[in-house]
Every structure is written in structure tokens, then in C-alpha cells.
């Protein structure tokens, strides 16, 4: 069931949650997907699903990018899906600023954890002047381009699964015949992306992540000493000051005397900074 709400007018500020849904009527998908399914079924956990996900977008709803994540309640978001029909994914590029921090000002979001209920797939339209916090919009929508977006929210055995489909300039706002597009195979893709989350290798673990980060950053900045580069991997994996002092075995105050010496060196001041030259 998609649950049906209040229609939505492009350009007008969204109350909290801007939802604007259609029900389910159990439409087969529109032609233009058709000859993709068979194609995305075999592609389920493979580095080639995302970008065939962005070619169905891109073909059904004239779609610039793609964003897929799977959520816990309360638990940042990881990454499922994140393709673009541009080859330099900006999409690609935020994904570590939007887990690390921007995913708590997602208005989307708070809706995901307010008022979700497991039986129902919902579709979110929203704006970039629909979007409150400044720096998530800055981040997320007018560096990459992003003027409108549709997201998908479904339930499955590991918490819900975001699809959004993001749209530049160049194509407009979301409008009703979009909607039309959308919704008859909504759960179809819905359900794909699911499998695909639940089918592919597992996430690295944090160690490894921390690993590839420290790897990364040293290429980036050979300046850098290697304890500096140990930290900024583990800050890269979310680690807080008192985490890394534990996991390295020294104090606060060494943590952060190292972090401030690689801030200096990579000329950033925050998380964020770090992870955009990181991803």
C-alpha cells in the first residue's frame, strides 16, 4: 500500500514533512522500465545495479542522480545506491557528509522516524527551498546541482530502505504525470534495491575502512606523519576523540593535538572537509 496524502505544489514551502503520494493500483511498470528488470534482477548485488538504476531513472523519470540507503532507527544510514548519468557522480561525492552528520537534518528523515509505518510504502517529494538547514542544503543540493527530489521509504528485515530519485534544473520539478510514472513500479524497484542491500558483500569493517582512509589520505598529503593519518582514517569511520585516544592507546589532548596538526597541514576545519577529500 502507498499511503495517500495532500497533493503537492511545486514552489510552495512544505510543512514539516512535504509528502505528496499516490496509491498503489497495481499498474504494471510503463514499457521504458520493462526491458531494464530482467537486466537489474541479475545485476542484484554487483557493482553494475547502481548504474543501471540510473539508467532507468534517467529513461522513466528524467532523472539526473540516485541515492539508495538502508536505515535503523535512530542509526545513521548506509549507503546502498549512489549513481548519477554524470560520470562525476557529485551525488557520490556528498554520501560522507550526509552519513556522518547532514542525514539528522534530512526532513525526509524525521518523518522515516516519526511517523513510518511498517505495512505502507510512502513517496516524498521535496525541494531545495523546502530544505531547513542551511549547511545540508548547501552540501547536499546546491553543490551537486539538486533542485527537486522524490524519495521512496519501505520497510524490509533490516530497518527501511530509502530511493530517491534527484532532479537538476535542466529538468524541472516532479509533476503529476511523473507521478504516474513513479508509482507503478514504485515497490518493484523498491524491492530490488532491497534485495541488492541484503545480497551484496558486506560493508567493510571500521578497522578496514580506517585502513583504506589512512591509505588515502597519505597519497593526498604526504606531509602528513603517520600517526596524523591514523587519525584522520579513524575519524573518518565516525570515531569520537575519546574512541580514537582508546583505540590508539594515548590521551585526549594527544588526539587532538594530532588532529590539529593534520587539519592545518590538509587546510580543513571539520569532518565534512575531510570527508569530501576523502570520497
Given amino acids: 500500500m502507498i499511503e495517500k496524502s495532500l497533493p503537492y505544489e511545486p514552489g510552495v514551502r512544505a510543512p514539516r514533512f512535504p509528502i505528496q503520494v499516490a496509491e498503489f493500483d497495481g499498474r504494471a511498470a510503463p514499457r521504458s522500465v520493462h526491458a531494464f528488470l530482467p537486466k537489474l534482477v541479475d545485476a542484484c548485488g554487483l557493482p553494475s545495479f547502481e548504474g543501471l538504476v540510473a539508467q532507468v531513472a534517467k529513461q522513466a523519470l528524467d532523472c539526473d542522480h ?10 545513521p544510514p548506509v549507503v546502498v545506491c549512489m549513481s548519477s548519468v554524470d560520470e562525476h557522480n557529485p551525488v557520490r561525492r556528498v554520501s560522507g557528509p550526509y552519513v556522518a552528520t547532514h542525514w539528522c537534518n534530512d526532513p525526509t528523515n524525521l518523518f522515516l522516524f516519526e511517523k513510518f509505518k511498517r505495512d505502507n510504502v510512502y513517496l516524498i517529494f521535496m525541494s531545495e527551498d523546502q530544505v531547513p538547514d542551511e549547511r545540508y542544503r548547501h552540501d547536499c543540493f546546491t553543490s551537486t546541482g539538486v533542485k527537486h527530489r522524490v ?39 523498491a524491492s530490488l534495491l532491497i534485495k541488492h542491500d541484503l545480497v551484496r558483500p558486506s560493508p567493510r569493517s571500521g578497522v578496514e575502512a580506517a585502513e583504506r582512509y589512512k591509505l588515502s589520505i597519505g597519497i593526498y598529503c604526504p606531509e602528513l606523519t603517520a600517526r596524523e593519518r591514523e587519525v584522520c582514517g579513524l575519524i573518518a569511520v565516525g570515531l569520537s576523540s575519546e574512541a580514537i585516544a582508546l583505540t590508539l592507546n594515548v590521551s585526549v589532548n594527544t588526539v587532538l593535538t594530532f588532529r590539529r596538526r593534520a587539519y592545518t597541514k590538509l587546510s580543513i576545519s571539520s569532518q565534512n572537509e575531510l570527508m569530501r577529500i576523502l570520497l
Fill in 66 to 75: 540516485v541515492t539508495g540507503f538502508s536505515f535503523q532507527i535512530d542509526e
Fill in 151 to 189: 524519495s521512496l521509504l519501505k520497510w524490509h528485515e533490516r530497518g527501511i530502505i530509502k530511493l530517491s530519485f534527484h532532479r537538476t534544473e535542466r529538468a524541472g520539478p516532479f509533476s503529476a504525470d511523473a507521478m504516474n510514472e513513479i508509482v507503478p513500479w514504485a515497490e518493484v524497484l
